[in-house]
Every structure is written in C-alpha cells, then in structure tokens.
C-alpha cells in the first residue's frame, strides 16, 4: 500500500499552505498562512518568523482559520489584510490581521481582535523568531521604562530559571519596547513592539533554532481570565536603523530564480549512533518487523521501566528477546521512586535471570526534572557488577532545559559516563 506524497513528505495529508514571496524595500521575505517568515537583507537573514499565537490555559495553541484575504502586491512593496478566526475548547476569539511592507523597508504588522467568549489564556499576539544564526551579535535593548542597554543575543544556550515560581526571560531582553541587532557592519534591524510588554527566550532549550519574542511578560500570573468583549491590539514594526549603510548589492530585492549551487566534499564528521525506542503498543515483534529493523542498522534499543509500577519485568524481558533478535545492545532508563534501593535490588535479580545486553543505563527519578548525585551513584553502585561495561548516564528525560537550568554538580558528573536530554 503506497501512503500520499503528503505524509511522505510532511507527516500529514493537507497540502502545505502556500508561500508567496514578498519585498519592502532591499528586504525580502515570504508571506504564508497570515505569517512573515525568512525576513532577509540579501543573505543575512534577520527575522526567521512573526506570527500571532493564541494559547489556552495549557499552553495549547488554537489553530489560526485565515478568511477574507486581501493581497496588493507590489515590486517593492505590499500590504495583506485577512480576518482570523481562532477556537479552541472555550476559546473563541476574531482577529483582524494586517501586514505592509513599503518601498523604504519598514514592515508594519498590526492584529485588532476581540474575544466572543470568556476564556482562560496563557497568551495572545504576537510572537517574533529571531534566527539562531545571530548568536552573539550585538544588541540593543529599549526597555518600556525608557532606558536602554547594550548587549548581544546569548552564544550558549541561555537557562530559562524559574525563581521563587517566576519564570525568568533572557536578560537584559525582558520589559522590551524594541530591540535592535546589527545585521552586518554598519548594518542594523530595528523591531520595535506596540500594545503589550515583551520579552524574550532561547528556543534552543527546546530544540528550535531560534530566539522567540512574545508577550505577555511571564512574571505576570497566567493563565488570565479573558471576558468575552475584550478587545486585543498589537503592532510590531520592522526595519533597518536610520542610520545603516545598505550596500549598493543589496539594495534590489534578491533575485527569487538565483540558482543554488553546493557541492559533497570529504567527510569531516561521524553520524550519531542511531536507536529506536521499543514499540509503544507492547506486543512482540512479528519475523517480518525484525527483518526490517534489522535492515536499518540501528545502534540500539530503548526500553524505559518505570520501577514503581507493575509490569516492568515482562516489558524488561520483551525488550531482551526483541534487542537480541535485532543484533543490538539495549538502553535501559530507569524511573526510580524513593523506594529506589529495593526496586533497584529487585532489577537485579531480573538481569541475573534475563541477561538483557545493557549498554547503557539511565537513570531519573520521578519527582526530579534532572537527576541528582544521589541516584546516579545508588544505581552504579547495585548494577555495575550485574553489567559489566555498561555505561551509566543522567540528565533529564523531558526538554534541555530543565537540565540547563539544573545542571549537574561534582558529585553527579563523577558518577555518569553520559548526559542525557
């Protein structure tokens, strides 16, 4: 059975939405489904998207429904205006969007909305993405007090701390008016903000390569109680510093048929070392499963056992039968509870009866959102001599950043081999 060239290609069946390109000025951009995305001065991108987000009390985001669009489109020029409509559970919320784009490069984007409902929200407006290319590039921030400071978008990856259940932005990019980037030398992109407080966070964290933008601040409560009638405006203004020199290469728009030309040179680095986890429906693998698996080469299997629960002895025994069957060493993650010592005895026993060919061990703990010294060395200590050669890492099992914000100390680095996010 041969699946739709559109889950092959995007893991869904509707058709990608359509991605017109735009230019205001010496900027280029491409407009798609009410969003600006790859804002470009020549090559040098400077804002890979802006895009209005509505997001319940769970941080659930309600899919934008774009109706009554209007395009006028120019050689240098543009302006879209669209009506948006956004449900979600309680949620019911209109939305008038309008983007325009003039001949001197400024870029204004404006959403007016009201809510037809009462609902609970964690966010509304805007949010902008800056590339993760711009790391380290000077900044300036205009914070909504009237002071400014000068500093540079983060090279590391930047925590996002929670203190006293506050959740930090990225400092000093927090009560924001405007923020402003050098491009290249003598060369800067201003994006000054309208109608709500920003601030804003490394992406990275999660796996995106971005910086995002957002409102409202976080150290306000949320969720929010919207009551229906409440009317919401937002404007973000986009363009280069008065004072930027625009090379004369870049002053036309960027030729949208230019051919692409990259080349294969010599290999400079290894791939990772690919695995599977085991499948998540719990039955045993079929001979024509194995066959395939097999055929990918993978480098491992993962199976999690969750030591506090019942039933971690036959997914711990399948996962044997299935990694020997595959030819392939098994990562084995430990959930612990409190009870760690004696759950940890029990397993054990398990690997003497079993003999599951364990490369690596992973350990967390339950109530922890990045594992402490503590169970790394129980674990080490009661399984190293049941497994030997086995690897025992740590770290977190949910996003990196929970491990950026926690990283491990002395003690926890001793008794890992890896660090796991």
């Not at 985001?61 to 449900?87: H, K, P, W």
């Not at 992406?203 to 390569?209: E, P, V």
Request: proline share 6%; charged share 20%; hydrophobic share 45%.
């Amino acid at each position: 059975m041969s699946l739709p060239a559109n889950i092959l290609h995007y893991g869904r069946n509707q058709a990608l939405p359509a991605q017109i390109p735009l230019c205001a000025g010496s900027l280029t951009m491409i407009y798609e489904n009410g969003d600006l995305r790859y804002i470009k001065l020549g090559e040098r991108e400077i804002v890979r998207r802006l895009y209005v987000a509505i997001r319940n009390r769970n941080w659930d985001t309600a899919t934008n429904v774009l109706s009554d669009v209007q395009m006028e489109i120019g050689a240098d020029s543009f302006t879209i205006r669209y009506l948006c409509t956004n449900t979600l559970d309680d949620i019911d919320f209109v939305w008038r969007g309008e983007l325009h784009g003039a001949a001197d490069g400024v870029i204004t984007c404006r959403m007016d909305g009201e809510a037809r409902t009462t609902f609970l929200r964690n966010r509304i407006g805007f949010c902008l993405l800056h590339p993760a290319a711009i790391a380290g590039a000077p900044a300036r921030i205009e914070h909504v007090d009237g002071t400014t400071e000068v500093n540079a978008f983060p090279i590391h990856i930047a925590p996002q701390f929670v203190i006293d259940g506050e959740i930090k932005p990225v400092a000093p990019f927090n009560e924001m008016a405007a923020v402003a980037h050098e491009v290249q030398p003598g060369v800067w992109a201003q994006i000054r903000f309208a109608g709500d407080i920003f601030e804003m966070e490394d992406q990275r964290n999660w796996t995106d390569a971005s910086y995002k933008t957002y409102g409202t601040p976080l150290r306000l409560p949320f969720p929010a109680n919207v009551p229906a009638g409440t009317k919401i405006a937002q404007t973000v203004t986009i363009g280069l510093d008065r004072y930027s020199q625009i090379p004369d290469s870049v002053q036309s728009a960027a030729d949208a048929d230019a051919n692409v030309e990259f080349a294969i040179g010599q290999a400079r680095t290894k791939l990772p070392r690919l695995g599977l986890g085991v499948a998540s429906h719990g039955q045993p693998l079929a001979p024509a499963e194995i066959a395939r698996l097999r055929a990918l080469n993978i480098a491992h299997l993962r199976v999690d056992l969750r030591l506090g629960e019942l039933g971690y002895a036959n997914a711990l025994r399948r996962a044997t039968d299935e990694a020997n069957a595959l030819g392939v060493p098994l990562q084995v993650a430990l959930h612990l509870t409190d009870n760690a010592d004696a759950a940890l005895q029990a397993l054990v026993a398990l690997v003497q009866e079993f003999q599951p060919p364990v490369s690596t061990w992973l350990v967390f703990h339950v109530n922890e959102k990045a594992t402490t010294a503590r169970w790394i060395q129980l674990a080490r200590r009661l399984l190293a001599p049941a497994t030997p050669g086995a690897r025992f890492g740590a770290g977190t099992n949910v996003y990196f950043t929970e491990l950026n914000c926690r990283r491990p100390d002395e003690d926890a680095l001793a008794a890992m081999d890896v660090v796991n996010w």
